[in-house]
């Protein structure tokens, strides 16, 4: 690594940064599309909205 030139190794870094962008966005797409399933109330942990 030594032996690159600056631009080179700014070349790489903006390379994995690029893909990684868009993996997330695309992890991101898939997610989005994924229906949830509601929550379970087993242990009691969620609070209904009381209205007073």
């Avoid at 690029?18 to 992890?27: D, N, R, Y």
């Amino acid at each position: 690594m030594n032996k690159l030139p600056n631009a080179v190794k700014w070349l790489i870094v903006l390379a994995v940064l690029g893909a990684m962008g868009v993996l997330m966005w695309k992890v991101n797409d898939r997610a989005s599309r994924v229906e949830m399933p509601a929550p379970d109330n087993t242990f009691g942990i969620y609070r209904s909205a009381s209205s007073t």
